[in-house]
């Protein structure tokens, strides 16, 4: 699984390397900006700053689908899943290697905004806005911070399931769709059709769950725990999702 998760990653190298090109543009024109104190064009190399880090968003969320699609699909991509290897950990593997990819990205991101925090303190002298983010803190008290600290990594956790729900069910759709047609055409329209109608089902069901704790008192004991219904739900949609697109390539699916 380690070589299959290793070939997977090499494969999107060259995206990496043109995601980081399109950064370090970007971080030229904020520091042409911040030096030369053109602050209206700081505020717009913020903004692209902000797009690009979208668009890391998307792309590894389209490119671990187009994968999958590519591989089924194509003949240069189909002996992926002829590999002396079970379609577990084939599946398992392109999950790994997205997940891989969105930290590659997160890292560059992450290392970009602090560098450019660190400039923009030194240049502008933002103590001031410093002291008042203490005073921020200060005033929240522990158990303020605390909160607010519990509910960011829920959403964080929240976010990251979701996620990979997104691609797993993207996955079966494209596994069914397979499944189905066979070598009949149409079948990238049908399992757009397909994943649309379960994710529909999918958020019908979390906007229940999620209706049912909206009443609940958010005090530092509940804020970690007031979304375990909603990612119990996540987690096993995406578990169902995962091992019916590994059934579907192990028995349905015409390679």
Aim: with cysteine.
């Amino acid at each position: 699984m380690f070589k299959m998760l290793k070939y997977e990653y090499r494969r999107g190298i060259f995206s990496l390397f043109v995601i980081f090109a399109a950064f370090l543009v970007e971080e030229a024109f904020f520091l042409w900006a911040t030096y030369s104190h053109e602050e209206n064009y700081i505020g717009l190399s913020m903004g692209l700053y902000f797009m690009l880090s979208f668009a890391c968003y998307v792309f590894v969320l389209i490119r671990g689908v187009y994968i999958f699609n590519h591989d089924l699909k194509n003949k240069d991509g189909y002996m992926v899943f002829m590999t002396p290897i079970s379609s577990y950990q084939i599946v398992g593997a392109k999950l790994l290697c997205t997940l891989l990819t969105g930290v590659t990205l997160l890292v560059m991101i992450v290392g970009f905004a602090i560098a450019n925090f660190q400039i923009l303190l030194t240049e502008y002298n933002l103590k001031s806005i410093l002291d008042m983010l203490k005073q921020m803190i200060e005033v929240s008290g522990t158990e303020g911070i605390k909160n607010a600290l519990l509910e960011i990594l829920s959403l964080l956790i929240v976010f990251l399931i979701s996620f990979f729900l997104m691609i797993t069910v993207a996955y079966f759709s494209t596994a069914l769709s397979a499944t189905l047609l066979q070598n009949k055409k149409g079948k990238t329209l049908i399992s757009i059709l397909i994943f649309i109608m379960i994710y529909a089902i999918i958020i019908f069901v979390a906007d229940k769950i999620s209706d049912l704790n909206s009443n609940q008192i958010q005090v530092a004991s509940d804020i970690l725990f007031k979304n375990l219904p909603l990612l119990g739900f996540y987690l096993v949609s995406t578990i169902v999702a995962y091992i019916g697109t590994s059934e579907l390539l192990d028995k349905k699916i015409s390679l």
